[in-house]
């Protein structure tokens, strides 16, 4: 299975900050990725696909890029809504599988 | 817009099998096109893929639980069924079924239920 590794784990950041969360393929996913949004006790919402499309009706604040094996998630303006846990989702190969989880905190 | 609900027995037994339903609303398994996958989340942790099954009955299995896992589809009832065998305690989890977004088995997770709580005690 390919293993996905996200970087931070965890991140404070204030409302207002531009944040970036990476992902890593353990091997090349071509532009098979996706992203999630988790808020506590809710499922997760799915905010990007294909790497860099953006989901209908989420902000275009949230932007994704990258290609191979090398991911990026951007928040360019942080909002309150915004605070909450990130997953990236490869589907290249069978198993799909997620990365850790990035935890983005209030600072 | 469509709709996903699981349901099941929220407390199962160490070596008895899990069974869980998802019903569907706003659209039908039996129109085609998508796949329709089952996901658990162990407490504070991440998301593991268990498998999918398509309309017409073909499934693919995490190779991880492969020996354990059934998923089937009822199209009459507009439901799919996922059968894990031989629980332990590590089964414990949140599972959730979910929805690709495409027709096409690569393909991200748009809908989603909101999850059902399933502990492993005796």
């Known amino acids: 299975a390919i293993r996905m590794t996200q970087s931070p784990s965890s991140l404070s950041a204030s409302t207002g900050d531009r944040v970036t969360i990476t992902c890593r393929a353990s091997q090349g996913i071509s532009s098979y990725l996706a992203w999630y949004q988790q808020k506590p006790g809710k499922a997760p919402k799915l905010l990007i696909y294909?790497?860099?499309t953006l989901q209908s009706g989420v902000p275009s604040r949230f932007s994704g890029s990258g290609s191979g094996t090398d991911f990026t998630l951007t928040i360019s303006c942080l909002q309150s809504e915004d605070f909450a846990t990130y997953y990236c989702q490869q589907y290249y190969s069978y198993p799909p599988t997620f990365g850790q989880g990035t935890k983005l905190e209030i600072k | 817009q469509v709709q996903l609900q699981e349901s099941g027995p929220g407390l199962v037994k160490p070596s008895q099998t899990l069974s869980l339903t998802c019903t569907v609303s706003?659209?039908?398994?039996?129109?085609?096109?998508?796949?329709w996958s089952w996901i658990r989340q162990h407490p504070g942790k991440g998301l593991e893929w268990i498998g999918y099954i398509y309309y017409s009955g073909s499934t693919y299995y995490n190779p991880s639980l492969k020996s354990r896992v059934t998923i089937s589809v009822d199209t009459s009832k507009n439901q799919f069924s996922l059968k894990l065998s031989s629980v332990t305690a590590a089964d414990t989890a949140v599972y959730y079924c979910?929805?690709?977004?495409?027709?096409?088995?690569?393909?991200?997770?748009?809908?989603w239920g909101q999850g059902t709580l399933v502990t492993v005690s005796s």
């Open positions: 294909a790497a860099s």
């Open positions: 979910a929805r690709s977004l495409s027709y096409s088995s690569s393909s991200s997770l748009f809908y």
């Open positions: 706003g659209g039908s398994i039996s129109s085609g096109g998508y796949y």
